[in-house]
């Protein structure tokens, strides 16, 4: 029974999206389209992944804080690496941001790259 459930959703998934691409309505006709919503859609997402990082980064920290705590209080019942691994994780967390956008400024998007840099590089290996 599950099975059949499972192959009729899938049928029916498959056809909804066959249904989808195919309507001829103005916002969604070919593929660059979607292709171009997707990416205006997706534009905010390093902000919002910044959010999280830095809300669960502190989060962990505190639990990593409690933990030491806990051992510090008794130590036979809370080991010493569940506190440093949490606090661990919250500070890796905290600075992901951080080294995110280091290596975007390191990497860059491609916008930096110029025609006069490309005329120098291509003048040097001429030389040699």
């Known amino acids: 029974m599950l099975k059949l459930i499972n192959r009729k959703s ?8 066959t249904g989808m691409l195919m309507s001829s309505s103005a916002q969604a006709n070919n593929f660059g389209s979607i292709a171009g919503n997707i990416t205006n859609s997706i534009s905010n997402l ?18 990593g804080v409690l933990k030491i705590k806990d051992h510090v209080e008794n130590p036979g ?35 930096s790259l110029s025609a006069q840099t ?11």
């Open 10 to 17: 899938a049928y029916l998934g498959a056809a909804f999206t």
């Open 46 to 63: 390093p902000g919002l992944l910044s959010a999280l990082a830095y809300m669960f980064g502190i989060l962990l920290g505190v639990l």
């Open 77 to 111: 019942n809370a080991p010493l690496k569940d506190g440093a691994i949490r606090l661990a994780a919250g500070g890796a967390l905290f600075a992901l941001p951080i080294i995110y956008q280091a290596m975007q400024n390191t990497v860059g998007s491609g916008s």
């Open 118 to 128: 490309l005329k120098g590089v291509s003048s040097f290996n001429s030389v040699n």
